[in-house]
């Protein structure tokens, strides 16, 4: 006679019913602060190191327009390489400039004070800020810098996607142009 095996399936257990305590929402709160400011940081830091790198790889280029190509096409193509080198390294310091403060809807309904970071805080002073604290929620304030802060990230990482895409391109615009408009050779 064979026995067959149950398994116990999520449909079996009976639903719990848990409730983050006030104290685990707030950490929780807390460490997606850090990691949205993390992600902020490296995006940062991941646009200058690529910036860096781009414009080193200019010099080996210059060098490569200069020696293969015919000596009549070879301003052309550095005008060329030129104005493609600075519209790269334009979007790399787009991704390094700061985002706009995110739109007022993003907030709305929470209840925050916008206390977490001040846009303007000599326009607050120091007296207003120390009053408001005395009414401060502490979750809805950091849940609202939680979606601030995750507005920046993806702004971020939507800037320097782009950034990328046109490193890309910008090579590929030079090494067409090298052989299209500098007529070089190897």
């Not at 304030?141 to 910008?170: G, P, Q, Y």
């Given at each position: ?60 280029l ?24 600075i ?46 604290l ?53």
């Amino acid at each position: 006679m064979e026995r067959l095996a149950t398994m116990t399936t999520t449909s079996d257990v009976p639903p719990v019913d848990v409730v983050a305590s006030k104290s685990e929402r707030l950490d929780f709160l807390k460490q997606v602060i850090g990691f949205n400011e993390a992600n902020v940081r490296s995006y940062d830091v991941k646009a200058q190191i690529s910036l860096a790198a781009f414009v080193l790889s200019g010099n080996p280029l210059i060098a490569i327009i200069n020696s293969a190509c015919a000596q009549d096409a070879v301003r052309r193509l550095l005008v060329i390489t030129l104005v493609v080198f600075i519209a790269t390294i334009l979007t790399y310091l787009w991704v390094l400039w700061p985002t706009p403060p995110p739109q007022e809807r993003l907030t709305e309904g929470l209840g925050a004070q916008g206390l977490f970071y001040l846009h303007d805080p000599l326009n607050m002073g120091g007296t207003a800020y120390f009053d408001r604290l005395k009414t401060l929620l502490l979750e809805p304030e950091l849940t609202a810098e939680v979606l601030k802060l995750s507005f920046i990230r993806k702004t971020k990482a939507r800037r320097f996607r782009f950034a990328l895409i046109v490193t890309l391109i910008a090579y590929v615009v030079v090494a067409v142009a090298f052989f299209a408009v500098g007529r070089c050779a190897f």
